[in-house]
């Protein structure tokens, strides 16, 4: 079988097939295909999946090259790899943000079906690894929301849970505190828009990023709702968040139940409501796995070690 290819230019082939066509030629090497370039044509030649998984691969390949101006063999290997647990297309499910040339696709299969969660149901319940895009993908969805003027407003909560050091010895005023316990939900949205976009949103309360204690007593409508870090929430605290709900709004909790970071003996609020509510119409729940992380390719080697380790302690 043959698939054709159309390239972004021929000025940007040497970047996209790499140093004496390395790239091409691992390529080659891992969906056992033939490829031919024609101009800014590529013809891969082989097996009907092996050539549809390698077609597949160029065009992520391409997609790295536009938004980050370069790619590297680490990108090319981690493409190769992700390759089979990709989703079969994911065309119907890129989302579009502000940032000028920004497309998210899901990268796994994982992703995927927790993009077409969020989209049917206006609760999604979303657990997994470090890694695995649930607060970023749950903010992109948000932000193109926003963008296709589908909600007037975007509140990204995180409960403010210390880690061995006491809010009140922090410096700075109580924003001061609670920023780095928001930091991460900034860095998602600073990808998505440029800094003055995301200045003049947040001045003018299109998005706010709070942390949870904040939400009491507030009814949001026509907004996106993102409580992140989830797991440690308390049951009291998850169902304030959860009844903030408003007309034409959606919800989305995102956490790693392998991380939490309560007291002692007390229980989740998340957990709890995941088995509470899993037979509610309109209440959807996505699970990530390990295949799902998307950093760096040691990350899903970490995550498996120690849960391999915590595995061992409980046979003990």
């Given at each position: 079988?043959?698939?054709t290819v159309q390239l972004d230019s021929e000025q940007r082939q040497v970047e996209l097939f790499g140093p004496t066509d390395s790239y091409l030629r691992m390529l080659r090497k891992a969906f056992d295909i033939q490829v031919t370039v024609r101009g800014v044509n590529l013809?891969?030649?082989?097996?009907?999946?092996?050539?549809e998984a390698a077609a597949e691969a160029v065009d992520r390949m391409q997609k790295h090259l536009i938004r980050h101006g370069q790619i590297k063999e680490s990108d090319v290997k981690a493409i190769i790899n992700r390759s089979d647990n990709a989703p079969p297309s994911s065309n119907g499910t890129a989302i579009r943000v502000?940032?000028?040339k920004k497309l998210i696709e899901p990268a796994t299969r994982g992703q995927l079906a927790y993009i077409e969660t969020m989209i049917k149901n206006d609760i999604t319940f979303c657990v997994g690894p470090a890694g695995t895009g649930k607060t970023y993908l749950a903010v992109a969805v948000a932000v193109s929301m926003l963008k296709r003027r589908e909600i007037r407003k975007i509140v990204l909560a995180r409960p403010a849970v210390e880690a061995g050091e006491k809010l009140g010895f922090l410096p700075g005023d109580i924003q001061a505190k609670v920023n780095p316990y928001l930091r991460p939900l900034f860095d998602a949205l600073e990808d998505m828009?440029?800094?003055?976009?995301?200045?003049k949103f947040t001045e003018l309360d299109i998005i706010e990023v709070i942390p949870l204690a904040f939400m009491r007593g507030r009814t949001l409508n026509e907004a996106v709702i993102i409580c992140d870090e989830a797991q440690n929430t308390s049951p009291m605290q998850m169902l304030m968040m959860l009844t903030r709900l408003g007309h034409g709004s959606k919800m989305m909790i995102t956490g790693d139940v392998t991380q939490i970071d309560l007291h002692s003996g007390q229980k989740s609020g998340m957990i709890e409501a995941m088995q509470t509510l899993k037979k509610i119409p309109g209440i959807g729940t996505a699970e990530l796995m390990r295949e799902?992380?998307?950093r760096h390719k040691l990350v899903q080697n970490i995550v498996q070690a120690y849960?391999?380790?915590g595995e061992e302690a409980g046979n003990l």
């Open positions: 079988m043959d698939i013809i891969i030649s082989g097996d009907k999946d092996n050539a502000f940032s000028g828009m440029d800094f003055a976009q995301m200045k799902d992380i998307v849960r391999e380790k």
